[in-house]
């Protein structure tokens, strides 16, 4: 599939570009997004080699489709992540694995569709009941098995102690909160309970969680490491409650009220705001800029892929335009997720791709690239871009399928089949129709009735609910 550059691309870039000139960014922080600084993709030529690559995958926590300036947010400046991209590849109809937290987690993990696993059904994990088998190969396993050093810093949410932890599923190392949420200073998560762990062990810090992640994460990326290694770098910003550095007293009414047994505190639905996000996320480019910096520092930034995207699409203060729909949905906003990719090593910074990419696709992308092959009794559901990425290889159409309580979605090449929770089946074409407005469903009966049945038979060999 040839990669053009798009008016969806150019429409995000000419925003981004308009963004940075409004806020007055000067030539070191300006948007990646011009069509004067990004060009289509395209495999870097002549060929170039390189060891395995390091791996530092990246995800922010409820991170809206449009809230990096790159991406065309007008008032938020991700002078940082904008760097990264115009140093890599910008991809503007990339997706999560799911709409919500633990599910696009276990997808990205295991590389297969979330309703393969039971604790893949539920949405997002919230008790015990479930979680990531230890039996279940992962990308860190695999590539803990093919010599990786593997390491996961943040917000695991693939269920909790003593049956599930990132330890018992192939990571060597562990610092972060199990739980879907946590207050930024205490700690605490929905039910009270304490959620700071340094492997299976409780951790006491109770400085602002980001400041604690960001300093964890420049220190492993900093290491003398004997061979490659892959970091997941999970943070939970900008996830609720809407709590910034130094918001003490906000912080401390929400622990008040989480030790008083209100198990609503955490979601913060009485607080935030528009300037508070933007003040969190601006906070989270700075925190992904330090440990950028330690890496670049450590000799590692040319054999290192950074990858950089959110878990799911924007909540509440998000800004997700032209999209519709927000987290929990499968319309655009609820998976349309802001996603760069940058190998110095092996590919040409400046770039920016429309080609339709979620998930999975990057487990089994990055397996490849790392030499790890998938276990063979648990198939991948990705595709991986490889070829793609290294050699300018043309990508199949092939079908991105999401189901969600009350909802599904297939995503074939630009046309899209989507029945929310209304009952009705929809199609829209999204090359034209970004904001899935224009219901072609009574115009396209066969297309409508193809992708219908694509969908169902995807659904007919996963998990019931």
Not at 135 to 145: E, I, Q, V, Y
Not at 294 to 312: I, P
């Amino acid at each position: 599939m040839p990669t053009s550059l798009s008016r969806r691309a150019l429409g995000g870039a000419a925003a981004g570009a308009a963004a940075a000139a409004a806020l007055g960014a000067g030539p070191a922080e300006a948007s990646p997004g011009t069509p004067a600084a990004e060009r289509p993709f395209r495999a870097a030529h002549p060929r170039r080699h390189s060891r395995r690559p390091n791996i530092l995958f990246i995800l922010g926590d409820d991170l809206g489709w449009a809230d990096l300036s790159s991406y065309g947010a007008p008032h938020i400046r991700t002078p940082h992540l904008d760097r990264l991209a115009r140093e890599g590849v910008r991809f503007t109809d990339a997706y999560s694995g799911s709409a919500t937290c633990s599910p696009t987690r276990f997808s990205l993990y295991t590389g297969r569709y979330p309703g393969r696993t039971k604790g893949g059904l539920a949405e997002p994990i919230a008790d015990k009941s479930v979680g990531l088998e230890p039996t279940h190969p992962t990308l860190a396993s695999l590539l803990r098995d093919s010599g990786y050093a593997t390491a996961l810093i943040g917000k695991w949410h693939c269920g909790y102690l003593p049956d599930y932890s990132p330890t018992k599923s192939g990571w060597d190392e562990f610092f972060g909160n199990f739980g879907g949420a946590l207050e930024y200073y205490s700690k605490l998560g929905l039910g009270g309970e304490y959620d700071l762990y340094e492997g299976d062990a409780e951790y006491k810090d109770l400085r602002y969680y980001t400041r604690i992640l960001t300093e964890r994460a420049s220190e492993y990326v900093s290491r003398d490491h004997g061979k490659p290694w892959l970091l997941n770098l999970n943070f939970t910003t900008p996830h609720w409650p809407w709590i910034a550095d130094g918001d003490e007293e906000a912080s401390a009414e929400i622990v008040r009220r989480i030790k008083a047994g209100d198990r609503s505190a955490l979601w913060h639905q009485d607080g935030g705001s528009i300037e508070k996000y933007k003040e969190m996320v601006e906070d989270l480019d700075r925190s992904i800029g330090q440990v950028l910096k330690a890496l670049r520092r450590s000799g590692q930034e040319q054999d290192t892929l950074v990858f950089f995207a959110s878990d799911n699409g924007g909540e509440r203060f998000s800004y997700n335009w032209p999209l519709a729909g927000n987290k929990g949905s499968l319309q655009e906003g609820g998976i349309r997720v802001p996603s760069v990719l940058r190998w110095p090593a092996r590919i040409d910074g400046g770039q920016v791709s429309d080609l339709p990419v979620y998930t999975p696709d990057w487990t089994a992308t990055l397996l490849e690239l790392a030499g790890a092959r998938p276990h063979p009794a648990y198939p991948l559901d990705g595709t991986s871009l490889a070829g793609h990425l290294l050699r300018g290889e043309d990508v199949p159409e092939r079908d991105l399928f999401w189901r969600v309580r009350g909802e599904r979605a297939l995503r074939r090449g630009d046309w899209k089949y989507y029945r929310g929770k209304s009952g009705r089946d929809q199609l829209f074409h999204l090359a034209e129709d970004t904001r899935e407005q224009a219901d072609r469903a009574p115009f396209e009966q066969a297309r409508l009735a193809a992708l219908r049945a694509a969908w169902e038979g995807i659904d007919a060999r996963l998990l019931r609910y």
